[in-house]
């Protein structure tokens, strides 16, 4: 019977599969862009245990220049910290704004960018922690210390992340050396999360491409629609995932059981006014019975959810729970409306309460939005 269980969770998810991968978006994570996008930064010492995450992370963040000439990048982490609005400290939910001096607060919403420049060589791969930043660089020009063509890293920096605990993410365009845009789609890149019980997780930047002579020298980056300078953005967002509290079909151990989140970054952005982007997010939950549920929520700056808890507080009660859907796996069809939207996934096997591996993976995208989304640079 276990055998045949495995057999039917392995099927079924890899038709689930091949469904999503069959129709190609203008949205990449495999392949050289103009604007790279991490959806998911994070880094927390556990210093501060209240917070989320609770188990210390750092992340590395790679970016590679993947032509024959060097290249400049823009880069900005976005910080999607929510404060607490008594002492300003970073919080999670409203009972982390109480302490016996200020009394009780409220857990708000922010949003804030921090900007910084980076000069790649040719064909240099260049990675960082998101907790300490990069101030010595390999090929800064001093001593002879140069690339090809004697091209350097003269004039970046990197800074670390603006607080701890963090949960933001990066986004990177490229540039020319007056700051104007580029349409050379010649940078890739991978984010790494490192928890302290050893546990790695992994996946692919997202790449929006620019179209060859299309992009022009404003400050606004026009994502698809009629007036277009890069690719723009997915009309769907597909994810194949087990559901929540589900015991897991393939592990031995009859308490195993598996936690999914969705993290999403809005296409549109106004860097210069420090406005995030905000979409609301229509979900079509299918389960192995191609039964359907559905439901929606907004988007804002960042949203890091986990899927049982996206339609309810009560996570048994979740049309993303396996008591619900009646199967293990599934997939969900996630259609933006106002922004667009990238991001990944984040998968958490657990025993019991305790976290024993977790992986990231990118997940699929379908068609092109006919709205446009607009990035506006400083």
């Known amino acids: ?43 927390a010492s556990g210093n501060l245990p209240a917070m989320n995450p609770v188990t210390p992370v750092d992340t590395i963040l790679q970016v590679t220049n993947t032509s024959s000439e060097p290249i400049l990048l823009h880069c900005f982490y976005e910080n999607a910290n929510s404060h607490c609005s008594n002492n300003n400290q970073v919080c999670v939910e409203a009972s982390d704004c109480c302490d016996t001096s200020t009394g009780c ?9 921090t900007d910084f420049r980076i000069r790649l060589t040719p064909r ?32 970046s920096r990197i800074p670390p992340v603006s607080e701890d605990p963090y949960t933001g993410a990066l ?15 010649a940078v890739k890149g991978e984010a790494t999360a490192i928890y302290s019980n050893g546990d790695v997780s992994k996946h692919n930047a997202v790449g929006i491409l620019a179209l060859e002579g299309a992009v022009n ?48 970054v809005p296409c549109t952005q106004d860097l210069l006014r420090q406005v995030p982007g905000s979409a609301v997010v229509q979900f079509l939950v299918y389960n192995e019975f ?10 804002d700056c960042k949203a890091d959810w986990q899927i049982s808890e996206i339609d309810t507080v009560d996570p048994k009660r979740s049309i993303f729970s396996a ?50 989304d607009i990035i506006t640079l400083p």
């Open 1 to 43: 019977m276990r055998n045949m269980t495995k057999a039917v969770f392995l099927g079924t998810a890899l038709a689930l599969a091949m469904s999503a991968v069959s129709v190609q978006a203008d949205v990449v994570s495999d392949r050289a862009a103009a604007i790279l996008i991490w959806p998911d930064v994070k880094y």
């Open 105 to 113: 607060g409220t857990c708000d919403a922010g949003w804030l960018e």
């Open 124 to 155: 240099q791969p260049l990675g960082w922690n998101a907790s300490s930043g990069l101030s010595d660089f390999p090929l800064d020009g001093s001593n002879g210390e140069t690339g090809i063509g004697g091209a350097s890293n003269a004039g």
């Open 171 to 185: 986004k990177c365009i490229s540039i020319n050396d007056d700051g104007t845009p580029t349409d050379r789609n």
């Open 217 to 264: 020298e404003d400050n606004e980056l026009v994502l698809g629609g009629g007036e277009a300078e890069y690719n723009g953005c997915s009309n769907f967002l597909i994810v194949n995932h087990m559901f929540d509290l589900g015991v897991h079909p393939i592990l031995e151990d009859e308490g195993i059981t598996t936690l999914s989140n969705i993290v999403l």
């Open 290 to 299: 191609e039964q359907r549920f559905s439901t929606s929520r907004t988007a």
């Open 323 to 372: 008591g619900v859907s009646g199967t293990l796996v599934g997939q969900s069809r996630l259609n933006p409306i106002g922004s667009g939207l990238v991001g990944i996934a984040n998968e958490s096997i657990l025993n019991g309460e305790s976290v024993n591996t977790r992986s990231s993976f990118n997940i699929h995208l379908q068609g092109d939005r006919a709205e446009a």
